[in-house]
Each structure stands twice: as C-alpha cells, then as structure tokens.
C-alpha cells in the first residue's frame, strides 16, 4: 500500500506516541491553582480536576466545535477519568504550564472529555486510535479536525523529547509544533487522512451491525469461547500461555462468569479446579485490599501482587457477584469474607447518602501512585506492638519488599488455613488474633492523605453494583445487603429518569448547585440496571422489581434495537449523530451491553413469561453468531447466554437460522482475521500407530500471518496455534512448519510471517475418536491488523 509522506509521518508520530506509556513519570510536583477556566461550571469530577488549568478547556459539545469552526483550527482532545493515574501524570507535565497552555490556546480548540461520562466518545476516537495501528489507553490525546475527524493521536506523552532503549519519543512540544507546521503546509493531507481514517473507524463500528452471518447457534459456539481462554496453572487467572503469562493481569470477569457456567455441570471438574484457583490467587494476592476490602483495578504482574491501585465500582461489583455465585457451587469461607469485606468497603466508602453508588476511588495521593496502601517495616512497626507486628510479618508481609523494593502491599502468601497450621492453630483462632491487628493499621491507614474520590453516580455501574448486593443478600442470607440493594434501585429509579420515563447517564452536582441527572443512557446503562433489577426479584420475590425490568427492557429495544437486523445499538436512536454509531459486543474490564442485554432479555422471557423477550435475545445473538465463531474470546457473556439458552428451551440441537435481511451481501471489507485466512484438513491413513495429518492455509494478499515461532517476544500474541482435538479433547500433535520469512519494523523490530499458501504436516496418535483441528491466526499488513481469529477444521 502507497503512503504519502504526510501520512508515513503522521504514522510514525503515533508510533512514538504509542511507546510513551511504558515511561516512568517524574516525581510529582505541586500545581498551582490559577483562574477558573470553563470547566468548572461542569458537575464532573475528573473535568473539575482541570478547572484551574491555564489551558482554555471547553466540555464537549457545540460550542467548541463552532470555535474551531470560525478560527479555522484544528481540535486538540484530551480524554480521561479520574482515577487515571497518566492523566494525572500528564496534567501536571503539560496542562498546568502555562508555556505549554499558551500554544494549545493560540493554536487549537481544547476539549477535555470523561470517558465515563461520555463512553459514546470514547469509543470512537479510541477505535480511531486503533485502526491505525496503535494500542490504546488513557489519557487517550487526539488531533481532530473542526468536523471531529480524527486526525491522529496516541495516549500518555511527556513534555519533552525521551531517549529510550528502544528509540527516541517525541515530546508534547514537538508534537504541537509538528502539528501546527503540517497545518500550515500540508493542510490538504492532513484533511484528506482525517476523512480516511474516519472512513475506517465507521467501518470498525459499523461492519458487526451489517454482516450477515449463517452460523449456527449450538454447542460448537459455547466450546470455543470457553477453549479460547488459557488459565495461568500456578497464579490462576487469564492469560497468554504464548508469553508464559508474563504481563499485567485484568480480573476480566465476563470470562470468569463463562466459566463458572460451565462449572456447574457435570463433567466440567477441570474448569471448575481452574477457576477456583483463579478466585483464590486473586483472594490471596495484593489486587485485594486485606485492610480495607474491595479490589483494586488490576495487577500489574503475574502474581496479583503489585495491583494498579485505583478501585473502580464496577470491578468490585462484578467481583462480588462472582464470588456470591462460586459460593453457590462450592461454599468456601474464603469467598463469603471476600465478599462481606468487599462489601464493607463498598459501604464505608462508596455510597452516597442517597442510596447511590459512587464511582472510583483514584490510585494516588501525594501525587504517588499506591502511596495510600503501601507499607515500610518502620510504619508497620509504629503502628503495632511486637508480637502484633511478629504476627503480620508471618501472615501479610514475608520476605523481601514487594513495591519499588522498599515498602509492602500487603498479601497472602499461601491460604490462611496452611499458615495457621505452620503458626500451629487454626484458621478461625488466626483470623480472630488478626481482626484488632487489621483494625489498626485500617485506622492508621484511615490518617493518610486519601486518594480522590470521584462522587459521579452513573446508571449501569449503579446497575452492576445493586444485583452484587442483591446476588450476595441471597446467596448468604444477609437482609440488610438485600435492603441496600433496594434503596440504591428505588434512588436510581427516582432520580436518573426522565419525563418520559427513558434513563440518564449520570447524576452530580456541579459546584454550588444541587445534584442533578444529566445525558442521555446508553445501552450499557439499561442492559446493567435491568440486571440488577431481576437480581432484587430474585432476593425479594417482589413483583415490582420485573415490572421494572420489563419497563426499562421495552425502552431498550424501543431506543436501541436495530429491528432489522437485531442487536441494539450504544447510542439511542435521537442521540446526538456523531460520525459513527456502534454495536458494541467486546466484554473487557466491563462485559458490552449487548451481551448483557442477550443475558437479561433471556431471564425476562421466563420470569415474565413472554416469548417476545426471547425472540428479540435469539435475534440478538444471530447478528452477533459470526463474532463468537471468528473471534470466540471476544464476547463471553454472549457465549453465556447462548449456553443459558440452550439450556433452558430443551433443545441442543442447533436452531436453524435464517437470513436476517434476505437478498443482502455482506459488507465489504476485513474485520476479521478469517476475512482473508482460509484453511482446510485432510487426514491421511493411519500407520506405525499414528494418524498423520495435512493442514492447508491460504492467506490473501496483502496480508500476512505471524509464524509459529514469531521471534519477537512482544509479538507472542500474535503467532499462529494450531491445536488437535479428539471428541472435544486436546491431544499432543508433532507440527512440521514450513520456513518463515523474516520481516523488520522500525519500531518493533524483527519478526518472522507467513504470506501467500503454506502447508503444514502434523501426526497423532492414531486413537478412535472424532478429530478437530483449531487454528488461531492474527492476519496484518502495512500498519493494521485484523481481529484474530480461531478456525475450526474437520476432516472431509
């Protein structure tokens, strides 16, 4: 493909941008407060972190846009949370100077965003990130046109020029004036990509929402979701077996629930032995907070040690629930504490006094990230008496420093029942001589400069949170969980809807003012908060609750439905018309709205007895049958409600699809890796005892596949796998790759592809059994790649 030296040159400024993440910040430094800027008449909390900025913010909206408009000038966009610990990093470096102010206001429209606000946003510049070949974060840093078209942009970049091992990465001040410079010479190009890469982030959106895809919807669908996720076999959790589970780790819980389902059933031990291992490493490890409760965002290593320090909402309600739900099968005292801890610290220090939920609780304070729940030996030793502090180092804080080698997050590192059998006592002894010493260190802890608390109320995370309570209320029999979960539901019900009876997005006050609810709901928002409505039926079995549910779910697919071709949209229909409008169907940190709306829209049709729910969830998942087939890890939650189904029409046989809009192609272009990798099996006589096998993979032009052994640790990901199946069960197969060719990135260095046709032998043991072969490839050319897919290969 043919790159104009603009474009070449805008790449590669995203490149360099892309690498900044992994730089460590500066030592933080006091921001003096200047004038209030317009920021400050908003009621979010992560935007008035930027009110006194001498940056000339504008919130998101028209005004700005007209601005930019008038003055001809291109936009420069800034999106964050408030927990963000870059965001933060890069306020102080960049937006608190006001040399740096002084050019953004001369030379661009500034607009800062809150993605948890305005996750419609969000989405779009993010993917607009993506398809040009870059990974995404936050703070997400986008160079926009006056019409909102994404020019180029990256996340976290520091004020100036960085050598780093790997090369040299453009500081803020180059980047602004390499900006202004290509404004002023090569506006023409620079407009012209801005239309491009709008063109394929609509695409991005869009394509899912158009395909038409005859898959199935059987068992085949639930097997490869689950198949899709590697648990690590010693710290538990989802991981990449390629990189040896090597990397930050995310709870992901939409895949935990998956497997849990699975669990349950007969026959399934192994995913149940995993997934407990799973809950208890992450029990035990530095991602839960043994003072407080509640679970930190992420860890930043394999071991759940050293976590990302912020706590967002939505994660210790998704944890809560999943916790509740494995007591169910298997009622370990480890769960309930996690939960009734978690709980507590959800109590203590989430809720408002309406009944609502907050949002985040930040990762730093003092301007250092963990600084809040770290632990030096001297502060250990200040705070208890010998034997208190004997016992602790013995229980939560063994061995060397675990954080910057000079302070503890406090862990398990074993199961408290095999430590109190080392201390030679037992579990219930070691946790009673262990509450007054948690209590005072929770008390000293208490005394610290407390990270910033983000007081938004937002529907879904809301949503999320009352079916924990509700969920935890009835699995353990604890009324007053049940009757939090009531209040949070009838504050949400009375306060964040409209006239018309259709829900907000979020509820605060700005400064000065009385609370109030304010933009439009998204899909995520209904889906979530009608889960937690059906969970309150559930605990309480009080009509009014499914009525509520069914209330909000015909306004869903009222607002949001695509009647033609099923699945719901993340904006309403009267949104405000951004550039694109996306079905969202990726479960991440929070699982997508429509596979929560397929979960919720199955339950509504039993509960409530109407078929019609059911029709629309069937609908639901045909749109969405391609995604579970070509990218099977992607949407666990829809893979759950596909099982659910199935489970509960008593009927596993396939259900037979039709075309959902007959006489209609699917769209063009590649979305997946399967849109351009084809691939067949034959399976040749047995002989010497084993069953040979010859697997055939064609690949279009202009892509390439990555090797089996790509060469290039950061590139693990992405190398091909090829998997052999005997009646559903992995079996050891000896593979005979043909050579790769090596190919050589500025950035990522050396790597080794596949292009064109190639021909693998493999050979097993010749066993009685049907066979299946699996092949997972990741396709890329020039600067993008496709989704990766898995296909599944059966003998002729």
Not at 67 to 88: D, P, T, V
Not at 325 to 339: F, N
Request: aromatic share 8%; glycine share 8%.
């Amino acid at each position: 493909m043919h790159l104009s030296p603009t474009r070449r040159f805008l790449l590669a400024i995203s490149s360099l941008l892309s690498l900044s993440a992994i730089l460590s910040a500066a030592e933080p430094k006091g921001i003096e407060k200047g004038p209030m800027n317009r920021l400050a008449k908003e009621s979010s909390p992560y935007l008035l972190q930027h009110a006194h900025n001498p940056v000339d913010w504008f919130p998101w909206g028209s005004e700005a846009f007209e601005k930019a408009r008038k003055e001809n000038k291109l936009i420069f966009l800034s999106i964050g949370y408030s927990s963000c610990h870059w965001c933060h990093v890069m306020e102080r470096e960049s937006f608190a100077n006001k040399d740096v102010a002084k050019v953004l206001n001369d030379n661009f429209v500034c607009i800062k965003v809150d993605r948890e606000e305005r996750p419609d946003v969000d989405e779009i510049y993010m993917t607009a990130l993506q398809t040009t070949g870059q990974s995404g974060g936050w703070p997400l840093s986008m160079f926009l046109t006056h019409e909102g078209k994404p020019i180029f942009g990256g996340t976290y970049i520091p004020p100036t020029d960085r050598e780093v091992p790997s090369g040299k990465i453009m500081g803020f001040d180059t980047v602004l004036k390499t900006v202004m410079d290509l404004n002023k010479d090569k506006r023409k190009e620079i407009l012209e990509q801005a239309d491009k890469i709008a063109g394929m982030t609509k695409e991005e959106l869009e394509r899912s929402g158009r395909l038409v895809v005859l898959t199935p919807l059987d068992r085949t669908l639930v097997a490869g979701a689950v198949a899709a996720h590697d648990t690590d076999p010693i710290w538990g959790g989802i991981g990449s077996k390629r990189r040896e589970f090597d990397h930050t780790k995310f709870p992901r819980v939409s895949v935990s629930m998956l497997l849990l389902n699975q669990a349950r059933k007969p026959g399934q031990e192994a995913v149940a032995k995993d997934l407990e291992l799973s809950l208890r490493q992450m029990a035990q490890g530095g991602i839960f907070d043994h003072l407080g409760g509640g679970f930190h965002r992420y860890s930043t290593e394999r071991t759940w040690t050293v976590p990302h320090f912020e706590k967002m909402l939505y994660d210790n309600a998704q944890l809560v629930e999943l916790y509740a739900e494995a007591y169910r099968i298997k009622p370990d005292p480890l769960y309930r504490r996690v939960v009734a801890e978690s709980l507590g610290f959800v109590k203590r220090e989430m809720t408002s006094p309406e009944g609502g939920f907050y949002s985040a609780l930040d990762a730093d304070s003092n301007g250092k990230e963990g600084e809040f729940y770290v632990w030096s030996l001297d502060q250990l030793k200040a705070a208890l008496d010998a034997e208190e502090f004997d016992l602790l180092r013995k229980v939560y804080a063994g061995g060397e420093p675990n954080f910057e080698k000079k302070e503890y997050v406090l862990r398990l590192p074993k199961p408290l029942s095999e430590i109190a059998a080392d201390l030679k006592t037992t579990e219930a002894d070691l946790l009673k001589r262990l509450g007054p010493i948690k209590a005072k260190l929770l008390e000293v802890r208490s005394k610290r400069e407390r990270p910033f608390l983000d007081t938004k109320i937002l529907t879904g995370w809301n949503g999320q949170m009352i079916a924990a309570y509700a969920i935890a209320g009835k699995v353990f029999g604890e009324k007053a969980w049940t009757d939090t979960a009531v209040k949070a539901a009838e504050f949400l019900l009375a306060n964040l809807r409209n006239g018309e009876g259709r829900l907000l997005r979020v509820y605060g006050a700005r400064p000065g003012e009385k609370p109030t609810a304010k933009i439009n709901a998204f899909l995520d928002d209904y889906a979530f908060l009608i889960h937690g409505l059906l969970a309150l039926h559930d605990a309480t079995g009080e009509r009014r609750w499914l009525d509520e549910a069914k209330v909000l779910a015909d306004v869903m697919i009222k607002w949001y439905g695509d009647t033609e071709r099923g699945g719901y949209f993340f904006t309403a229909h009267d949104h405000e018309k951004l550039f694109a409008r996306s079905k969202d169907s990726y479960d991440g940190a929070q699982p997508s709205g429509n596979g929560m709306a397929a979960l919720v829209l199955l339950k509504l049709a039993v509960r409530a007895e109407n078929p019609v729910f059911r029709e629309h969830a069937r609908k639901l998942l045909k749109q969405f049958a391609g995604v579970l087939k070509m990218n099977p890890g992607s949407s666990p939650l829809m893979a759950l409600a596909l099982d659910r189904d199935l489970d509960t029409s008593g009927d596993a046989t396939p259900i037979k699809l039709q075309p959902l809009v007959p006489g209609k192609e699917p769209a063009k272009g590649a979305k997946f890796s399967a849109d351009v990798v084809k691939a067949s099996v034959v399976f040749e006589p047995s002989t010497g005892g084993s069953q040979p096998f010859t697997i055939t993979i064609a690949v279009d032009a202009p892509y390439h596949i990555y090797a089996q052994d790509v060469g290039n640790k950061g590139l693990q990901d992405s190398a091909t796998v090829i998997e052999a199946l005997r009646d559903g069960k992995k079996v050891d197969a000896s593979l005979e790759f043909p050579a790769s060719t090596t190919a050589t990135d500025d950035m990522l260095g050396k790597y080794n592809i596949h292009e064109g046709k190639l021909t693998i032998r493999g050979r097993v043991q010749a066993e009685p059994g049907k066979f299946e072969i699996r092949v997972r490839v990741s396709a890329c050319r020039d600067k993008a790649c496709l989704l990766p897919s898995t296909l599944t290969l059966s003998p002729k």
